[in-house]
């Protein structure tokens, strides 16, 4: 025992040193993060060499299908309030090795702040199925985990082998505790071994008694037939769920939204615990991110006050939706790649008190998806409630979104097969405000044509 | 003037919805609406009571393997009434799920065998089933596919995604023969199935919304069952037929 954990140490000694200089080699000959590659040559060496820092650091882990990125922001943000140091790992590097590349990357601060008597504080971005590796080998002390939904582009897809994925690494360590979105039934479905809290919208009466609508996934109670009723939902099948027989309800939540004031797709006012809050950013779904980066904040020991001081510093990390400027439009760019996360696209229109055109882009290839059938998940007839003036459809499967859009109740329509001459369009567009929903390898191809004309940079 | 009506019955269609299923109650209406023809949806799920008399169509699209489960146990409570409903001429699509939940038996991936409610005659098989030829075993069946139905001559597009094989059985034939793609089992080259006014298929997409000239055809099915004395058939010829 003793000659292998003497061996193991040695190994990840030597590991550490090489991915460290590869890192430095790659990010000088390269001139970029390469955040993965350094990252693999150690972890290949020796996949322990995470344990090495299990007591060097605090590990928060951020998992769940939609709003990983954004939440790990924020909660990096508001842990920053701590003093403490922070390392966090961009999104795409996600799975063990992207995240022992972030580690390594910032072995030297880590070992500066230990020698200061400080222990920095990792929050990290893990993907679904590396939770237990990650949780394991940094002995995390916090999961924070956001919802589960289906995607379509996951043929491996179903919402309870990803809660499983999850459940496996969190009750590998039963000492971490679970801040959970309480809204999401499917956090609920099993006890835990660990401390749980959860956070959820508590801005409607108790008092309702709905049904998610038809086409909605994960409505099922754990007693296996009984279909949950809402009180209130707030969208998709987030909620105050009960069954009938009230063997299964939403738990009590520890933090909540208490108040929607506003909503716009630039900014959302709403009340958290009662403190008045503003978010540079549209969309109920950000809500629920900022809620989870607070209630984290809370059981770190920061006061509601800290927290929105962090949260409202500086709107630049809120950069997910893309907006430029194509001739006198203002352009914002959205990814849309399933019914969730397009409905939520939707709602955000919905709450644009502007004219505006829509474009959409639709690719099929292996990065988007190469199943479109999600689009009729999606209610575009909702699109109906909204100010929309003028729709383009583009991109490969053009025909697809087309029809989809027809079914909906909108015939008129600018097809547009070519990306070349999307601009053109978009240029004599009738309203000053457009946005482009496109599925991810389309956004590239829209994207090149902008960088060749000029109007947008060639990375990002 | 008579105010016609389209009465859909969505089987389960809180639970078995994958893969835009419900695109083809968005198809449906789309072509319904242009002839002057309501529709009224109606969500008939777990403890719900299911009267043959009362819909026109039934959708019974696909799910989850825990999905599909649930359904399984709350099926035979419905299916002397599904079962009256085939046999008297109504219509059906089956997608999925819902296609091998009709037949005999189906398989998941795990292994676990359960019985579907029988009124037709197929069975359904895991991907790693010996009746499957070597090969075939161990993969999913997913990617575009093609088929061809002979007797009416009419190709359908579609986008294939499943575990289960499924093999036909007495009296069934198939919705058309695979031009490219795997279909029901990858083997036979057969995909989906008709029986009476049932059409079975595995393809999403959806596919009534990808092939116009099925959804017109299931459209007058259902609509000269209930209202034999109007021309449906040269309603719906005279509206255009989205395909691709
Ligand atoms: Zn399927």
């Not at chain 1, 009738?430 to 496109?438: D, G, H, I, L």
Request: with cysteine; proline share 4%.
């Amino acid at each position: 025992m003793l000659v292998y954990n003497l061996f193991m140490t040695i190994r990840s000694k030597f590991a550490l040193f090489a991915g460290s200089t590869s890192y430095i080699l790659l990010h000088k000959i390269l001139h970029r993060g390469g955040t993965s590659l350094p990252g693999k040559i150690a972890y290949q060496l020796d996949p322990a060499i995470l344990k090495e820092f299990a007591n060097k650091i605090q590990t928060v882990i951020i998992t769940g299908t939609n709003g990983k990125t954004l939440t790990t922001a924020l909660c990096a943000r508001v842990l920053s309030q701590s003093g403490r140091l922070i390392i966090t790992n961009k999104s795409g590097s996600n799975m063990i090795q992207g995240i022992v590349a972030t580690i390594m990357a910032h072995a030297a601060q880590i070992r500066q702040a230990n020698r200061q008597g400080q222990k920095p504080i990792a929050v990290l971005e893990v993907d679904e199925a590396n939770v237990k590796a990650a949780a394991q080998s940094l002995q995390a002390s916090h999961f924070v985990l956001t919802n589960i939904f289906r995607d379509q582009m996951d043929r491996y897809g179903e919402i309870y082998t990803t809660y499983e994925k999850i459940t496996d690494g969190i009750n590998s360590s039963p000492k971490a505790e679970v801040i959970a979105n309480g809204d999401s039934p499917i956090f609920a479905r099993k006890p835990y071994p660990n401390p749980v809290v959860y956070f959820g919208f508590a801005d409607r009466p108790e008092t309702g008694d709905h049904r998610a609508p038809t086409n909605t996934d994960g409505i099922l109670a754990p007693t296996d037939d009984q279909v949950l009723h809402y009180h209130y939902l707030t969208y998709a099948n987030l909620g105050s769920y009960f069954t009938p027989d009230k063997s299964f309800k939403r738990p009590d939540l520890k933090y909540a939204v208490t108040k929607v004031d506003s909503l716009t797709p630039a900014k959302s006012d709403f009340e958290i615990d009662q403190h008045a809050f503003t978010l540079p950013l549209g969309g109920l779904y950000n809500i629920y991110n900022a809620l989870a980066a607070y209630a984290l904040g809370r059981e770190f020991g920061l006061c509601a006050d800290q927290i929105f001081a962090a949260l409202n510093e500086d709107s630049r990390i809120f950069g997910r939706q893309e907006q430029l400027h194509i001739g006198d439009h203002l352009v914002t760019i959205v990814l849309i790649k399933n019914p969730v996360g397009a409905n939520s696209v939707i709602d955000m229109m919905i709450s644009d008190p502007q004219p505006f055109s829509l474009v959409t882009l639709l690719n099929a290839n292996y990065a988007d998806g190469i199943d479109t059938s999600w689009i009729f998940d999606a209610e575009f007839e909702r699109l109906h409630e909204t100010k929309l003036a003028k729709i383009i459809v583009g991109g490969q499967r053009y025909q697809d979104f087309s029809v989809r859009l027809k079914m909906a109740g909108f015939p008129d329509q600018i097809v547009e097969q070519d990306f070349g001459k999307l601009i053109d369009r978009i240029k004599a567009l009738p309203t000053k405000n457009a946005y482009v929903a496109a599925t991810y390898t389309s956004m590239l191809m829209f994207r090149a044509e902008l960088t060749k004309a000029g109007l947008a940079k060639g990375s990002f | 003037m008579t105010a016609y009506k389209l009465r859909i019955a969505h089987l389960y269609g809180d639970l078995m919805n994958t893969y835009g299923d419900y695109g083809n109650v968005i198809a449906l209406t789309y072509y319904a609406k242009q002839i002057g023809v309501t529709v009224d949806y109606h969500l008939v799920s777990l403890h719900d009571t299911f009267k043959a008399d009362d819909y026109d169509f039934v959708l019974f699209g696909g799910g989850q393997d825990y999905e599909e489960s649930v359904t399984a146990k709350d099926l035979p409570g419905k299916s002397a009434e599904i079962k009256a409903y085939i046999e008297q001429g109504g219509s059906l699509l089956a997608v999925c799920g819902g296609f091998q939940l009709l037949g005999r038996t189906m398989e998941f991936a795990d292994g676990k065998v359960i019985n579907g409610i029988g009124v037709m005659s197929h069975h359904t098989v895991n991907l790693n089933s010996p009746e499957l030829k070597d090969g075939m075993r161990g993969k999913r069946l997913i990617g575009n596919i093609e088929i061809k139905n002979n007797e009416n001559g009419e190709t359908y597009h579609g986008f294939e995604n499943h575990q289960g094989r499924t093999f036909l059985g007495e009296g069934e034939k198939a919705l058309g023969h695979v031009i490219s793609g795997n279909g029901n089992n990858g083997d036979d080259q057969t995909e989906g199935v008709i029986y009476r006014q049932v059409y079975g298929t595995y393809f999403h997409g959806p596919i009534l919304t990808r092939n116009g000239n099925l959804a017109k055809r299931i459209l007058k099915n259902a609509l000269s069952k209930r209202y034999p004395e109007i021309d449906w058939q040269g309603k719906l010829a005279a509206i255009p037929t989205e395909s691709f």
